[in-house]
């Protein structure tokens, strides 16, 4: 079955300056990769989404970027801010409808 | 705004009693799904189901039962409550077409004594 794997396991960085979240994925059959937010004592939320017949997405300040052939998708964020501060879950899905979530990051922006 | 609401948000039970994690959304979602998340573990799957009355498992089923007699309905059943089942219980629903994203309760934290 499918493996997420995602790294750093935590990650500080000062407000302002970018942040970069990797996953790598075993499925090559994977098509729908989803990333979700989740600030302390919160539900995880979806941020933004790629499939797998695009290889960037961009909405504001987060952008994805995926690539089939090494199989990993990474999480961008600019100008960070304090706000931005949560534990982020990537995932990976060859229905579009199951997941397979990975472990988890937990980034802090630093003021 | 899709809703998903589950019935706790906090939940202490003993040792071997039998517990209820509701879960209702109002979406009018095909899919629903039950995670338990523990650090540095993330969200693993329990179980889901596409329809009603239908259920699959997911990846640790292994002391869980559910329950889907309602499509905005979903429950998940701890036969007999375990020390290691502590943990925060996430529940999700989704439409049942390709790529599209889960919506998730708040969860429910769970402390078996």
């Known amino acids: 079955g499918e493996n997420v794997e995602q790294h750093p396991s935590t990650l500080s960085v000062q407000e302002g300056d970018s942040a970069v979240i990797k996953c790598t994925y075993s499925d090559s059959a994977s098509n729908y990769f989803p990333w979700y937010k989740q600030e302390l004592g919160k539900r995880p939320q979806l941020i933004i989404d790629?499939?797998?017949?695009?290889g960037e997405k961009k909405d504001q300040r987060i952008a994805v970027t995926l690539n089939k052939t090494a199989k990993h998708f990474s999480l961008h964020i600019t100008e960070t801010q304090p706000e931005d501060s949560a534990v982020y879950f990537c995932?990976?899905?060859?229905?579009?409808?199951?997941?397979?979530f990975g472990p988890g990051t937990r980034l802090s922006v630093l003021p | 705004d899709v809703k998903v609401t589950q019935s706790s948000r906090y939940l202490v039970k003993r040792t071997g009693e039998k517990v209820f994690l509701e879960c209702v959304q109002d979406m009018d979602h095909e899919n629903m799904f039950w995670y338990r998340q523990d650090p540095g573990l993330g969200l693993r799957l329990i179980y889901f189901?596409?329809?009603?009355?239908?259920?699959e498992k997911g990846d640790i089923p292994e002391g869980y039962s559910v329950s889907r007699e309602k499509k905005e309905r979903f429950s998940l059943i701890l036969e007999s409550a375990s020390t290691n089942q502590t943990s925060m219980y996430l529940c999700?629903?989704?439409?049942?077409?390709?790529?599209?994203?889960?919506?998730f309760g708040d969860g429910t934290r769970l402390s078996i004594l």
């Open positions: 790629i499939r797998s017949n695009v």
């Open positions: 999700a629903s989704s439409f049942g077409t390709d790529g599209q994203p889960q919506h």
């Open positions: 189901s596409y329809d009603v009355k239908m259920k």
């Open positions: 995932a990976a899905s060859r229905d579009g409808q199951n997941f397979v």
